[in-house]
């Protein structure tokens, strides 16, 4: 594509870098950056102060970066926001393309190509290959992230109730309120809470409703429900 520095990470939350077999980062042993003095895999704070990861928290889409600005295939509040936050520091960048990579359980990764070529007509070469860097991107993260990881990998299965007593939890209904709404007993509220939150290893209510948001038993917009309460049908 013309943009032959790469960078990538397997959890922008995390201080860790991807690594090899045989332990060295891959940004030493296979991916290289423009500047090589720059270890940002080094540097924990490297992800709060770079505007190529912010974006990704942003916008789950592929996109694009050039002459001070961000842009993708539509139009984008996000990646607007982040632009008009001020100067970006491009760390020698002229031109990049960002793959996000959104896993299950709220892990984000992100694959960065960019170029330090001026001028370099990155929303032609985007819009030529944005779809294949993005599935690249999702098989390179999810692959690492799986050769990783331990732990159960099936999803919690929640029942019914289970997720109407969460739904409502996060949208703020105290047990009684959640028990009137949903025309169970108070107690009855408590067990289903309870038993969905050991479901999901959560240690309370609020990493409970957390994960559940996480898996997509519970939409982002619940805990913020404006609608009357309703009862609900058996």
Same mark, same amino acid.
């Given at each position: 594509?013309?943009?032959?520095?790469?960078?990538?990470?397997?959890?922008?939350?995390?201080?860790?870098?991807?690594?090899?077999?045989?332990?060295?980062?891959?940004?030493?042993?296979?991916?290289?950056?423009?500047?090589?003095?720059?270890?940002?895999?080094?540097?924990?704070?490297?992800?709060?102060?770079?505007?190529?990861?912010? *974006?990704?928290?942003?916008?789950?889409?592929?996109?694009?970066?050039?002459?001070?600005?961000?842009?993708?295939?539509?139009?984008?509040?996000?990646?607007?926001?982040?632009?008009?936050?001020?100067?970006?520091?491009?760390?020698?960048?002229?031109?990049?393309?960002?793959?996000? *990579?959104?896993?299950?359980?709220?892990?984000?990764? *992100?694959?960065?190509?960019?170029?330090?070529?001026?001028?370099?007509?990155?929303?032609?070469?985007?819009?030529?290959?944005?779809?294949?860097?993005?599935?690249?991107?999702?098989?390179?993260?999810?692959?690492?992230?799986? *050769?990783?990881?331990?732990?159960?990998?099936?999803?919690?299965?929640?029942?019914?109730?289970?997720?109407?007593?969460?739904?409502?939890?996060?949208?703020?209904?105290?047990?009684?309120?959640?028990?009137?709404?949903?025309?169970?007993?108070?107690?009855?509220?408590?067990?289903?809470?309870?038993?969905?939150?050991?479901?999901?290893?959560?240690?309370?209510?609020?990493?409970?409703?957390?994960?559940?948001?996480?898996?997509?038993?519970?939409?982002?917009?619940?805990?913020?429900?404006?609608?009357?309460?309703?009862?609900?049908?058996?």
């Amino acid at each position: 594509m013309g943009l032959p520095y790469v960078a990538a990470a397997a959890d922008i939350g995390s201080t860790r870098p991807m690594r090899g077999s045989d332990g060295r980062p891959l940004a030493e042993s296979v991916f290289r950056w423009i500047d090589p003095d720059l270890r940002y895999w080094e540097d924990r704070a490297f992800a709060l102060r770079a505007a190529f990861i912010h *974006a990704a928290r942003g916008c789950s889409e592929p996109f694009y970066f050039a002459a001070g600005r961000f842009g993708s295939w539509r139009p984008n509040r996000a990646l607007d926001a982040i632009t008009n936050e001020g100067p970006i520091d491009t760390f020698g960048v002229t031109a990049a393309i960002v793959a996000p *990579a959104y896993l299950p359980g709220g892990v984000i990764g *992100a694959v960065v190509w960019a170029t330090a070529e001026p001028g370099f007509e990155i929303e032609a070469v985007f819009a030529a290959h944005a779809t294949q860097v993005h599935a690249l991107a999702l098989k390179l993260v999810a692959t690492y992230e799986e *050769a990783v990881t331990t732990g159960e990998a099936t999803p919690a299965r929640l029942t019914r109730r289970e997720i109407q007593c969460l739904k409502w939890a996060a949208a703020g209904k105290t047990d009684a309120e959640i028990g009137d709404i949903v025309a169970i007993s108070l107690p009855t509220v408590r067990f289903h809470i309870t038993n969905a939150g050991r479901k999901l290893g959560a240690g309370g209510r609020s990493q409970a409703i957390s994960r559940a948001a996480t898996l997509g038993y519970i939409g982002a917009g619940e805990g913020h429900a404006t609608s009357s309460p309703m009862r609900s049908r058996p």
